[in-house]
């Protein structure tokens, strides 16, 4: 069962009424959430998706805090999936600042290396897999 949000209670509503009625419901048919085929993703986000999913500075200083920080919006029913994209997408811009400092050229710029469009696929894809992580509140324990 999906998480009822203040973003999703109307489309909640609706099927419950719907399925009450015995009719079929919008949500069979659509998730409540866009999640990304990872191998649709572009080889640029795939690299900076596996950089920051092996690099333990990252996952201490940026995933954490991010999932326990989301972990309380989802228990305060604040969760929102567009502020949590944008949240991931910090997470991204430190993991492309992270592999040019490691990989690229002194002459290069971090956000030319991964340009917006890559980073924002990242940051997609970092809020639909680590979903699991944040909706359980035990998961660090």
């Known amino acids: 069962m999906a998480l009822v949000t203040s973003k999703n209670k109307a489309q909640h509503d609706q099927d419950f009424m719907a399925k009450k009625a015995g009719q079929s419901t919008v949500s ?14 572009s080889d ?12 333990e ?3 201490r200083s940026s995933h954490m805090p991010i999932v326990k920080n989301l972990q309380k919006k989802m228990a305060k029913g604040q969760y929102d ?18 592999y ?4 690229g050229l002194k002459s290069d710029k971090w956000h030319e290396m991964f340009p917006t469009s890559t980073r924002k696929e990242a940051a997609h894809h970092f809020e639909s897999s680590h979903r699991e992580e944040v909706e359980d509140p035990d998961y660090f324990k």
Request: charged share 35%.
């Open 100 to 103: 040019h400092k490691e990989h």
């Open 81 to 98: 999936q567009e502020k949590a994209r944008k949240l991931w997408g910090y997470h991204a811009d430190r993991a492309a600042q992270s």
């Open 28 to 41: 069979e048919t659509k998730s409540a959430y866009d999640e990304p085929d990872y191998h649709s993703m």
């Open 44 to 55: 640029d986000a795939k690299e900076l998706v596996l950089h920051a999913d092996n690099d």
């Open 57 to 59: 500075h990252l996952y």
